[in-house]
């Protein structure tokens, strides 16, 4: 849409948004109190005496109004504003990164925050990170699929719990608490970017009804529909065969410019361009920071007393399909069967991912004793189609559109809890809460079609390369083969306790304990200490200790991936047929090149601080350290060096013919974050038809690696040197997020009329941009404007470097306007990143150098903390009755 009509689309239309009221304590409607701090909060215990200001450990809520006052879709986007220590990027290839942000707390790994609905576990996707973005080698819990509509607040505890939740919970805990208020609302947004492309719509519908005088049912309905925002720039490469002066077709070059004459076209002295070339479209990549996606889910929230207990439940069900692409393939590569795309083609891949999750639970109190006993069933799927796409080994017989096969995981859970006060005589009475858990996890690989993934009899048709064998497999996303199809289940018991009391007066001590044993690797027991200690004028001291651990996903330990292509025998000639293979870590494949059982990740985690509340004002520092040992990781691509096959040829004689490159999970490194949080709320009242609310919040975090495992013996016996954990995976692990994190907000009510402003500065990146270039390659990186530092190559060649690019710390700034239209409707009309800041551009390709924008065509990095679509304009309307 362009600038002037996109903006004059989103004044012309006006926006609705609910108001909500709670029924019942704890607070989750959408009316928190204006008093910060003194939210009842549930996250990290199991008594109902703790709020965020009298919490041993550090705890934001974030109001259901904050959350759909902001301008963003997702919530993991509404959170990246709001909470101080979260974060996430936005890559782009085309897998379950479309559908699934991998989100992350402290900078650890997605899959180390553990995500709660209703204080009940909520299963991770079935989607396992292979790619080089953040987070790669998790298994996240995707957010998204709890609309901010249907949300009564969230709880994000910033500490260890492993304690007492179990699993993931090392770097904290996201608890979403679903709406409980019984109004009818709904919601209708549009927006675009201020550059063009971006057009995005969202709908809501939901309300509640009184079951009784004192239960409810609550349920809400969402849809959006989001377009990317192409920042693509033209490949200005050669796209068809130039001509040898004898009139022979020559080979492309694959150089920036050779389509423009700006460097010499592929192929002997003197060959020539095809005419073509002059005339061709050259905008022919979409770069997106998300690419075309439709969501539609619906959640439901209940309670209602049954005597003289509790009946409870929640369930929700989301589909999301995605379109997104891979790279172009041009006229010219010997990918293209160009009697189907005679001017090459862009392979896209539609997936489409289901979340589904329904609890129910019964509690009460019995002889004194509180009792709570629940079950959750959840899972996830995922699966792969591309389009407009072809498999060259079936030649012009080729489908262009694939189904490539499915990831799908479920997760049963049942708890029960219980829970007395005793007096003992000290200043409050001991709260105990003992407990057990039994949960069931599956995992299961379906494999595509045969022709996404077979190695068909055609060859290449035309061109210099006519007679060798293309590229094998649906393009994009090979199909999964029948060889990687897996189906796999286990179960863990476990048992918790906690205790909670006051010694004396001000002084809160509270312990908790939990042992888990796990049918697949064993048993783990964990521990947390965590104290408050009152002190005069309103501050309080605070502090924690913690031991957590991370149980080794299904994915991780049976994911399986095989992609096949052919590479020229230096022997024969020939071209061969290989294989590409992640590896589960249980194949015999896998050992033989040293993988070993995955082992649980162990964590200790210490943190203290100091906080105030008086008067208004809320505020926090703390300082913490995780160290966590054995972190798994994907190991680094094992291949043989340029013109050797000893790799091939040790797997061979081992039964495992034609494999020529592996990959595989593994225990790859020990890793220490230090941070400090920052967070302060001031509301006051400006006279009795004003209401000015004031946060602030800073994270300083920084990993580093303290141990990276070896790279094993059987590789090093085979004369391989790639280490374990390569240059790529150091510098996303240590410096891949930001150092630090500035969020300022302002919120000012002036009686019918809302006005909202954020800034936030997202800290310094780095990323890998070039590996193994020349001194001259670097000298002409100098020349340009973007920071960088470089590290000997790890390739071994002497003289050569790794270029690590900075990408510099920004401000985006974020302003809506909200007005009271009638007393039941409000409209709004705002901005994010409302002055259309870009993250640093990559490193530019240029006539004598590859860049790291890939031939010129992506200005900006994946690594970005706020995406790259620029400016977002949007209006919002809706109702409440």
Do not use: C
């Not at 998790?138 to 249907?150: E, R, V």
């Not at 899972?379 to 017989?397: F, M, Q, V």
């Not at 908790?512 to 048993?523: P, T």
């Not at 991780?556 to 096949?564: K, L, V």
Request: proline content about 5%; aromatic content about 10%.
């Amino acid at each position: 849409m362009p600038k002037k009509s996109a903006w004059l689309f989103a004044t012309s239309l006006v926006s609705f948004q609910a108001n909500a009221q709670d029924l019942a304590a704890p607070d989750t409607s959408t009316a928190a109190s204006t008093v910060p701090g003194d939210e009842i909060v549930v996250t990290g215990t199991r008594f109902s005496d703790r709020t965020v200001t009298t919490s041993p450990v550090p705890i934001d809520v974030l109001r259901g109004d904050d959350l759909r006052a902001s301008g963003y879709q997702e919530t993991t986007e509404v959170l990246r504003q709001l909470a101080p220590s979260f974060a996430f990027a936005t890559p782009t290839t085309p897998d379950g990164n479309t559908h699934i942000h991998s989100a992350s707390l402290r900078g650890l790994s997605p899959d180390e925050t553990l995500v709660l609905v209703n204080g009940k576990r909520l299963h991770n996707a079935a989607w396992v990170n292979t790619g080089g973005t953040i987070g790669k080698g998790a298994t996240p819990t995707d957010l998204n699929q709890i609309p901010a509509a249907a949300i009564g607040r969230i709880e994000i505890l910033r500490d260890g719990a492993s304690a007492q939740y179990g699993s993931d919970a090392i770097a904290g805990v996201i608890n979403i608490l679903l709406r409980e208020d019984t109004k009818f609302h709904g919601t209708a947004s549009a927006g675009s970017t201020y550059n063009g492309g971006g057009d995005t719509y969202e709908f809501s519908l939901g309300g509640g009804l009184k079951l009784g005088d004192d239960g409810f049912i609550n349920a809400t309905a969402y849809y959006r529909d989001h377009k990317g925002a192409n920042r693509a720039l033209p490949d200005t490469r050669q796209f068809y065969f130039g001509t040898s002066p004898t009139g022979t077709p020559q080979p492309l070059s694959a150089r920036y410019g050779a389509g423009l004459g700006l460097n010499p076209p592929g192929g002997i002295a003197g060959t020539t361009l095809d005419p073509r070339e002059a005339a061709v479209d050259r905008n022919v990549w979409r770069f997106a920071d998300e690419g075309d996606t439709k969501d539609a889910s619906v959640v439901v929230n209940l309670k209602k007393p049954i005597g003289d207990a509790e009946l409870y439940g929640f369930g929700g069900y989301r589909e999301s399909k995605a379109h997104s692409n891979a790279s172009f393939r041009r006229a010219g590569q010997d990918e293209n069967v160009r009697a189907i795309y005679p001017n090459g083609f862009l392979p896209f891949i539609d997936t489409k991912s289901v979340d589904y999750s329904a609890g129910l639970g019964l509690r009460g109190d019995l002889a004194g004793w509180g009792w709570d006993l629940s079950s959750v069933y959840g899972g996830n799927s995922i699966e792969y189609r591309p389009t407009n796409t072809l498999n060259a080994t079936l030649g012009t017989a080729s489908p262009t559109r694939f189904y490539a096969g499915k990831f799908s995981n479920w997760q049963s859970t049942t708890d029960l809890t219980l829970s007395r006060d005793f007096d003992v005589g000290l200043a409050a009475p001991v709260g105990l809460a003992v407990g057990a858990e039994l949960r069931y996890d599956g995992y299961k690989i379906t494999p595509g079609e045969p022709n996404s993934y077979a190695f068909g009899s055609a060859r290449i048709l035309d061109g210099p390369n006519a007679g060798a064998v293309p590229t094998i497999g649906s393009q994009g996303f090979a199909g999964i083969q029948p060889a990687d199809a897996v189906k796999v289940d286990r179960h863990a018991i476990g048992a918790f306790a906690e205790l909670n009391t006051e010694v004396t007066k001000g002084w809160q001590v509270n312990l908790a304990g939990r042992y888990e044993d796990y049918s697949d690797f064993g048993d783990t027991w964990n521990g947390q200490a965590s104290t408050r200690l009152q002190l005069p004028a309103g501050f309080a001291l605070r502090g924690s200790v913690s031991t957590g651990f991370h149980a080794p996903s299904l994915a991780q330990q049976y994911f399986s991936s095989t992609s096949s292509r052919t590479i020229v025998n230096n022997t024969t000639g020939f071209p061969e047929f290989v294989l590409v293979r992640t590896a589960p870590v249980g194949s015999t494949l896998a050992r033989a090149l040293g993988a070993q059982d995955l082992k649980p990740e162990k964590s200790t985690n210490f943190g203290g601080g100091l906080t105030f509340a008086g008067g208004g004002l809320t505020a926090s520092v703390d300082y913490y350290q995780i160290d966590i040992d054995n972190q798994i990781a994907l190991s680094s691509n094992y291949v043989d060096a340029a013109g050797r096959r000893v790799l091939r040829d040790y797997l061979a004689s081992i039964g495992i013919p034609g494999v020529t490159s592996v990959r595989y999970f593994t225990n790859a490194i020990d890793t220490r974050t230090r941070g400090v949080d920052v967070t302060a709320a001031y509301t006051t009242r400006l006279g009795g038809w004003s209401v000015l609310r004031l946060s602030a919040a800073y994270n300083y975090n920084q990993v580093q690696l303290r141990r990276v495992g070896r790279t094993p013996g059987q590789i090093t016996a085979l004369g391989i040197t790639t280490p374990l954990f390569d240059i790529n995976e150091r510098t996303r692990i240590e410096h891949g997020q930001p150092r630090d994190k500035i969020a300022l907000g302002a919120n000012w009510k002036i009686g019918p009329i809302t006005f909202d402003a954020r800034t936030t500065r997202y800290g310094r990146v780095e990323q890998v941009a070039l590996t193994n270039q020349t001194s001259a390659n670097v000298a002409l990186i100098a020349q340009g404007s973007t920071p960088f530092r470089t590290l000997p190559t790890e390739s071994g060649a002497a003289g050569n470097l790794d270029v690590i690019q900075r990408l510099d710390p920004k401000w985006v700034t974020d302003f809506s306007f909200t007005g009271q239209v009638t007393p039941n409707i409000t409209a709004t009309v705002g901005a994010n990143n409302i002055f259309n800041v870009y993250p640093t551009k990559n490193i530019a390709s240029t006539p004598a150098l590859t860049g790291a924008d890939t031939f010129g065509v992506f200005p900006y990095s994946e690594f970005s903390p706020f995406g790259f679509s620029g400016a977002f304009y949007y209006v919002r309307a809706g109702f409440s009755f």
